[in-house]
């Protein structure tokens, strides 16, 4: 089912969809993690992405309960947003000799994922509050919260640390 296509037909054919892209996203996101903390020279910023595997974790199980709470089973659907932001982060990655510039690399292309996470789940809540369904909108805002928290993080690692060094 692609975001654009026939199979579409009501908000709860959209939400599962955006559901489904997320839980792909999140699956992904566990992949690329550790080859981002692996890569950090950064500290803090290595710390950051391993803390954030963990918690990556805990937002695919609560997209499982969601899954659940709406009586569907969890099932991905390829999203070519976040394929395309990691492949971007990979080919950036591997093109910067300089350590201390490749984490700010690291950095940007975390944000570019925090970001869209953080678009996708705020427009979950909204359509799962929409359709009443309550106990979805808490789970998702609790994940929403971890990632908004993420992304202040690698902006005060960024500005604080990493922009500065990379600078130099």
């Known amino acids: 089912m692609g975001l654009f296509t026939k199979d579409i037909k009501t908000i709860d054919d959209l939400f599962l969809h955006v559901l489904q892209d997320i839980y792909y996203a999140e699956k992904r996101i566990l992949r690329a993690l550790p ?3 692996e890569k950090a020279t ?7 992405f391993k803390t954030h595997l963990a918690e990556t974790e805990k937002h695919v199980q609560r997209l499982d309960q969601a899954f659940e709470l ?9 999203c070519p947003a976040i394929d395309g932001i990691i492949k971007e982060a990979n080919e950036i990655a591997g093109e910067v000799a ?10 940007a292309a975390a944000q570019a994922v925090e970001h869209y996470e953080i678009t996708r789940y705020g427009t979950l809540i909204a359509w799962a509050q929409d359709r009443g369904n309550e106990a979805v909108a808490r789970l998702l805002n609790t994940t929403l919260n971890e990632e908004k928290a993420a992304d202040k993080k690698l902006t005060t690692i960024a500005e ?9």
């Open 35 to 37: 080859d981002m903390a």
């Open 42 to 48: 950064n500290r803090d910023l290595a710390a950051t």
């Open 70 to 78: 709406i009586g569907e089973k969890p099932k991905a659907t390829t």
């Open 98 to 107: 300089e350590k201390k510039v490749l984490d700010a690399a690291l950095i």
């Open 160 to 168: 604080r640390k990493v922009t500065q060094k990379a600078s130099r």
